[in-house]
């Protein structure tokens, strides 16, 4: 069964360096998002991405958050100057459509630790 | 706004009794509903949908009840397993090109053997 993954798994920065998380969605998908959750909290959208440029973020997404789809596979989320809240859990997710009913595949996520 | 809040943080049920968490949203012009899973260490994962003009969806094991008179939709799982032991979040996607979820608190289903 087709899957989405993420790596690393676990990232551990100091606060001001820049982080780049990485995404593979499934293949055949066209829209891209990124979500986070910091610890016992609810999932938070951050961004969705869909031919090569963002269509809809929130207001987590600042000037601090960029994301890229580098090539065909992958897709990225670079934090440039980390923040000791920006520790999270980062989940990406991909879909085959935006209509209602198409369901977002979520990654197993990669947990940010900024010291 | 929109807001999609649980009534529980946690739940504990005996195995193999019928499980039920509940979910409140606020705005009336929600129009599709999402149940996910979420097990320790891992991404959400969908269960079950529904669209507002439904008020009941049966999947294995599942049924997701929505009551749009008084903004509450339930996720019922039968003959609950060990396996059923996660986080369950309710979620709201208006789609139509609003691409994101809004996820709601999350309620902790914990199976008693």
């Known amino acids: 069964e087709p899957e989405v993954t993420q790596t690393p798994s676990h990232q551990v920065t100091q606060m001001g360096q820049e982080v780049i998380l990485r995404c593979v969605p499934i293949?055949?998908?066209?829209?891209f998002y990124w979500y986070r959750q910091i610890l016992g909290q609810k999932v938070e959208f951050l961004v969705s991405?869909?031919?090569?440029?963002?269509?809809?973020k929130s207001e987590i997404f600042d000037d601090q958050f960029s994301v890229e789809r580098p090539d065909g596979s992958n897709f990225t989320l670079k934090i440039r100057s980390t923040k000791l809240e920006d520790s999270a859990m980062y989940f990406c997710?991909?879909?085959?459509?935006?209509?209602?009913?198409?369901?977002?595949?979520f990654g197993p996520g990669t947990r940010l630790t900024v010291l | 706004g929109e807001s999609v809040g649980l009534h529980l943080p946690t739940l504990s049920v005996q195995e193999g009794d019928n499980s039920i968490i509940n979910c409140a949203y606020s705005?009336?012009?929600?129009?599709?509903f999402i149940w996910y899973k979420q097990e320790s260490g891992k991404g959400p994962q969908f269960i079950i949908d529904?669209?507002?003009?439904?008020d009941k969806r049966q999947g294995q094991r599942v049924t997701v009840l929505l009551n749009k008179t008084v903004k509450h939709l339930s996720l019922q799982i039968a003959a609950t397993q060990p396996g059923d032991s996660a986080v369950y979040f309710c979620?709201?996607?208006?789609?139509?090109?609003?691409?994101?979820?809004?996820f709601g608190t999350g309620t902790k289903l914990q199976v008693i053997p």
């Open positions: 705005n009336s012009a929600s129009d599709y």
């Open positions: 979620a709201e996607n208006k789609g139509g090109g609003y691409q994101k979820v809004t």
């Open positions: 991405f869909y031919n090569n440029e963002i269509s809809e």
């Open positions: 529904i669209r507002s003009n439904m």
């Open positions: 997710a991909s879909s085959e459509t935006v209509l209602v009913g198409g369901e977002q595949f």
């Open positions: 293949s055949n998908h066209l829209y």
